[in-house]
């Protein structure tokens, strides 16, 4: 019997994709699509300006968009996913968490607080249980966990698998699709013929979220991780993929060998939205590349590539699906981690 | 009198750049133009497919293409710029040299020879001697001056800025135009929509050619600066412009203001072509942008920005404008300095 | 002794726009700058976010920014520019005509209005003194003219090169740039890798605007000329330059020849922004294009080529820069022909 | 039991989107792989720069690639696809149908031939019956049928479905992708921030292939339309989908609502490849759009939108796949025509 999903933030671009996977998927049912006050009472055709690449499902179309609210949302909901502005999800998510839901969330508020577990289940799986030291501090019969940025979802796979070589320091340079500021984040004035190297606060949470994600939980409290992460951000002219220049330095010595078969032999997991093969490593050095391969394992792969030995230690480059594996595919992913681990 | 100068390949985009900075130039004069046997005969108007965004000077339009042969070339030339692909310079640069030809070239062959000087006036301009070791060495009567690859004329100027700090290492991740690769370099169906993480041999020459650049000259040889650097570069969907993201660590203590200041105060030349300000510091976190800044200083300024404190030292974006200059600006600027310092 | 001009809607793209071209212009001198009431009291350089490609001038970064709105600008202004939007144009503009000052508008409000001028001076001057009509009936001491919208201004001169021939239909497509929409007007989701083949109203506004052009002043009143539009306007992932496929039809025969040489001999005027040559007609057939020749004249001549006999008359393309010639330079033309007009 | 499928110019794009169409198709098993002589006896993996957007099928890569030649095709074919650069296909394709081979082409030599049929399945699948009468006229075994060029198979079903109002006239613009010119065909410093007014032949063949199309075959003869078309063609920066605006004159009266009826009844095959609805018309004004709805039926649909009362007639937009609908699937789709009446 399916899960019944709803969707907070239904109308927006992270919405639109949460739409376009849970639809198919046969172990979640969408019931609740929420917006903001502006589109409640809408259905969601009128609600919604739909721009993922596939037709919108017919019964979603015909569903009632509900206010953002606990009170509001219909009652046949077991999970709901998150794609809210931050502001908005700092205020609402704990309400609904207090009124008992389960909320799987993309929204970058509470990313790094203290009994929030921030996970990509094929790298930090066993930190979902951290919603039981949650569960015990905020006296919630809900939980709240949170996917990671979609630069740090890109790197973060490989960095995972090569910690066995003992990292040190990593440098990390990010070429972002415009899709991941939204809809209307980025301007054709502003990118076209041009690039941006900014991304307010995107570099923090590269460098914060990553040792967090690599931390370890022993049952009661969380360590993060203590390697050293800078990172710098750019938007180009791509519609969807972010790209990102790695260069690490490890403990141990790490050739280029070692690093493609680490990333290689880097399990997958069972769950239904992991890729076959988690990391795509190309040997060629002109790849992973946005529009080439965005789209491997269905969006949930990483593609790496153009491992080579740098002046420091190994430099390669790394790829993800930025609204997919980076945003609604993390999300669903949590989901279902959420779903095995009997949450729901 | 104006300088009779000749330009070898000057069908290129380089070469068209050329064109448009030498025929207004009042020390230079165009006297010859040379290009593939196929071309040689033709007026230039048929030989060239006429690129840049301002027409075909008419005068230029109508002069004979001779073929890239010494013996070919006119006798009115005192000055050659040389924008030949590489495996050609490689072969007839010194043909030109041992007939006796100054020759400041663009392209990428020996310029990490011992006796050739790899100049950019407003950061070594004292190289440039290294030519009487030259002519010693090859019984030459003309010479080879070399210019450097455009990705790295964008970021040394800013680490000659800040050597006085005591440079250490460096980690440069390029946003490169597509005009680098020349015309017919990058194809639509690459880059539309798409980024490349991959450009044959340009993190080599980023990682080489800036020590050569910050090394010193001791009036008879060359010493390389041993600060160590690794680079990443990347094509972008932009026409003009690379941008660059820098990390450096220093040896003494770096604040952003210091690293402003000395960006700042760094010291332009008065030759024609200089920018009155080398660097100019943005305050804004999210410029240089390419379509934005890449013409400042009529494109032979370079742009930095985004500085911050960063895991590991100082972090800073920088960009220069590619075919000038990183390329046709470049070449003009050294034969400006071989006026100056009389090897004309 | 210079004329003092302001601007309203400073802020904005075309503002922008206005402000490079007035800043060097010897018979205007900014006197004073306008936005919404949320900017006054500031400065330019805080209210507005600077976006064309040369830095904001020093003197227009200082001056205060008015509300829009006949009581708040300063007295010593002789002229108006209004760039705002048409729903506040159509407000505010009757009421700064009647407090006395004189506009040149480039807001689409009121350009069909029976007495109101809508003028490209190089096509009908003429139609400026449609202004005594207008003060008659409006009893104002100011007066308001209308330069046209970008894409109508693109095909216009050329049709009235070809007059002459007698115009019976004409249809044309227009491929637009984005700046066209404003710099927040298409978003980069909407634009990559894409084309919109809609653009609200522009398709009534090339089929009416080009009749009122064409159409001749008997001193009392306009009569439209009876020529036959239809047009289909599609926008392109291009910055600057509109680029427009025409085909007409005509009384008489019309060959090649005969319509190059009727663009080429078709006279600008001595107005200091009317280019040396209005039309220039390319040979070559693929040109014009935007990004090559969108410069041209600065940005204030008409490009034409790809001319051709059609099945079914004549075809050919034309091309011009739309936020010069179609926007800022259009009302800065038509403020130089209200001056040589005596209306200052 | 599988028909044996040989693809002649197997490595350019188009030949790439045949191997990705044939490669899971149930009717055809790909046997044959031809291109230059340079790549002959070379495996398909190295001779291909592979650069559709999924992954080269496993068993495809490792076959080895013959000369375009039937002395070296390998002798278990039963039909060719052909996508040769038209010079090649004017010279081998006849000597292919000579040695008995049926070859479906994409290639554009010969299609106005009056014995070789250029079809559109949906549109006059009873043309392919001039294979009878090509085979007595030229002595063949074999028999060559060609489908349009892809900005005529654009435009033309919806040509078809107005048929019956009577088409008098025609005017055709159209924004065309990248990749209608082969993986080199357009350079990106020639298409970025710009569009090209023109591609060489192109508008002729819209002009004159289109009148084929709609023409009558008797049995013995085939007759083209009179309907009298007038095209203007420009590339555009965008990687797949041709749009066009279209305007209309028929002989009995046109509404929009009458245009929409027959648009979505007009009928669709069986054919394998044939989408379930060929003509998806959209009543939202800014659609289709070509990133968004390239891909309606697999890259086979037409996708029709923004029809309405024009100055002369009726006026709409439409789009379709270049690359499948356009060309791969195009000839796919002949080639299961060829089966379903006997040819093969």
Redesign the interface.
């Known amino acids: 019997m399916a899960v019944r999903a709803g969707i907070l933030g239904a109308t927006g671009?992270v919405g639109q994709r949460l739409i376009q996977l849970l639809e198919p998927h046969p172990e979640f049912e969408i019931t609740a699509l929420t917006a903001s006050d502006a589109s409640a009472g809408k259905t969601y055709k009128q609600a919604a300006k739909w721009?993922v690449?596939s037709p919108i499902p017919d019964d979603v179309a015909e569903m009632t968009v509900s206010a953002t609210d606990p009170d509001a949302v219909p009652d046949d909901v077991d999970l709901l996913f998150s794609s809210l502005p931050s502001s908005v999800g700092e205020a609402v998510e704990p309400t609904f968490c207090e009124a008992g839901y389960v909320v799987s969330s993309n929204s970058s508020n509470s990313r790094m607080a203290d009994d929030v577990p921030l996970v990509i289940p094929e790298v930090n799986a066993e930190h979902i249980d951290l919603l039981e030291v949650q569960r015990d501090e905020r006296g919630w019969d809900g939980a709240l966990v949170k996917n990671p940025n979609c630069s740090t979802i890109t790197f973060v796979p490989t960095l995972a698998a090569l910690a066995e070589f003992g990292l040190e320091?990593v440098?990390v340079?990010t070429?972002q699709a415009?899709?991941g500021a939204g809809?209307?984040?980025?301007?054709?004035?502003?990118?076209?013929?041009?690039?941006?190297?900014?991304i307010g606060s995107e570099e923090e949470k590269l460098?914060t979220e990553s040792r967090k994600l690599l931390g370890t939980f022993d049952g009661a409290s969380l360590s993060h991780d203590d390697v050293?992460?800078?990172a710098?951000c750019?938007r180009?002219?791509?519609?969807d993929g972010h790209?990102e220049?790695v260069?690490i330095e490890t403990e141990s010595e790490l050739t280029v060998e070692d690093a493609k078969a680490a990333m290689r032999d880097y399990p997958s997991l069972s769950l239904r939205s992991s890729p076959d093969q988690l990391i795509h490593v190309f040997d060629e050095?002109?790849?992973?590349?946005?529009?080439?391969d965005r789209?491997l394992g269905d969006g949930m792969a990483i593609a790496a590539?153009?491992l080579r030995e740098?002046?420091?230690g190994l430099?390669y480059?790394c790829l993800a699906h930025n609204t997919i594996r980076g945003a609604a595919g993390a999300s669903v992913l949590n989901g279902e981690l959420l779903l095995e681990n009997g949450y729901l």
Do not use: C, K
Request: negative net charge; proline residues 9%.
């Open positions: 671009a721009r690449d320091s440098h340079a070429l415009v899709s809809y209307d984040g980025v301007t054709s004035m502003e990118i076209i013929d041009n690039a941006v190297p900014h460098e050293e992460v800078a710098s750019n180009i002219p791509t519609i790209l220049n260069w050095p002109d790849r992973p590349q946005p529009r080439m789209t590539g153009g740098s002046t420091f430099q480059n």
